[in-house]
């Protein structure tokens, strides 16, 4: 029974504030499969109690298992091209670049509110303590996992991507250790495979790094470290513009924690470069002399 059936079962039963509740979430529901409970409530201006109650009153547990349903109608009913069109009717052809910079600039904005500096710290701190880091980022979030790899690697961290789907991902867990650190991008639900990549980054005993949106930050233990920002209503298309700040930031602390040996690494690359006739240079080799 999906959360449709479920209001329709039991919606004759429900006192008139609750009955009111359940069509004002469930007209926009894709605003509220990010939000915590908290943060629901305050957006619809009720007690957090007066969500629980709504939610047991229809048969849930709690808010959380009424949220999963929503994000299972989520998964159901938006589709990819349902997301692109929705984005173009809210845009305006003559200054699309401006409003794209704009909202981008405005979810940015929001992340200062849930991504703590003490955060992006500890998650340097797990990097820098771990022999191995694994990163994994499935289907649009594959691109970051490989970006984080780069960049890490060229601090000469011991870093692997890992951006396969299904059972694959075994290949490389495996070799999951207590000394390695698993760094995970999951937005909207965390996958089943991720989920498997917790279980087994907690029998190692190595720490997790998460970056996500809001709504997983409820639904998982064994995460060391959560960095939680929106990218933007459920139904537009998103980029990945939040995340990417958040990795930077994380680059960033890791290299002013070790910034003597990091630049040193960097100057050893670039002398590479230098010694077999790849340094980037302004001038055309056809130009020289």
Avoid: W
């Avoid at 007690?47 to 849930?60: D, E, I, M, N, P």
């Avoid at 191995?132 to 991507?161: D, M, S």
């Avoid at 890992?162 to 075994?170: D, L, N, Q, Y």
């Amino acid at each position: 029974m999906d959360i449709r059936e479920r209001v329709k079962s039991g919606f004759p039963s429900l006192s008139r504030v609750h009955k009111d509740l359940v069509q004002n979430i469930l007209s926009e529901y894709e605003d509220y499969i990010f939000l915590s409970v908290d943060e629901a409530a305050k957006g619809l201006g009720v007690h957090k109690a007066t969500l629980v109650r709504l939610a047991q009153s229809l048969g849930y547990d709690g808010y959380v298992g009424l949220r999963a349903d929503l994000q299972e109608l989520y998964r159901q009913e938006i589709t990819p091209g349902e997301k692109l069109g929705k984005t173009l009717s809210e845009v305006q052809a003559d200054n699309l670049y401006q409003q794209v910079v704009e909202t981008e600039m405005l979810y940015l904005q929001e992340s200062l509110k849930t991504i703590r500096a003490e955060d992006i710290q500890q998650a340097a701190k797990h990097l820098l303590g771990a022999k191995r880091v694994y990163i994994c980022g499935r289907g649009p979030q594959g691109p970051l996992a490989e970006l984080f790899e780069f960049r890490l690697r060229r601090f000469h961290f011991n870093v692997c991507a890992i951006t396969e789907e299904g059972r694959a991902i075994f290949e490389k867990l495996q070799l999951l250790t207590r000394e390695d650190a698993l760094i995970l991008f999951s937005f909207i639900v965390v996958p089943q495979e991720h989920q498997i990549a917790i279980s087994l980054a907690k029998e190692a005993g190595c720490p997790v790094i998460l970056i996500t949106d809001t709504v997983a930050k409820e639904m998982l233990d064994h995460v060391s470290v959560t960095l939680a920002a929106r990218r933007g209503p459920a139904t537009i298309y998103h980029t990945n513009i939040v995340p990417l700040a958040i990795q930077t930031a994380i680059i960033l602390q890791v290299a002013k924690m070790q910034a003597p040996e990091v630049l040193k690494r960097l100057d050893r690359l670039q002398d590479m470069r230098r010694r077999f006739g790849f340094e980037y240079s302004l001038i055309h080799r056809g130009d020289e002399g």
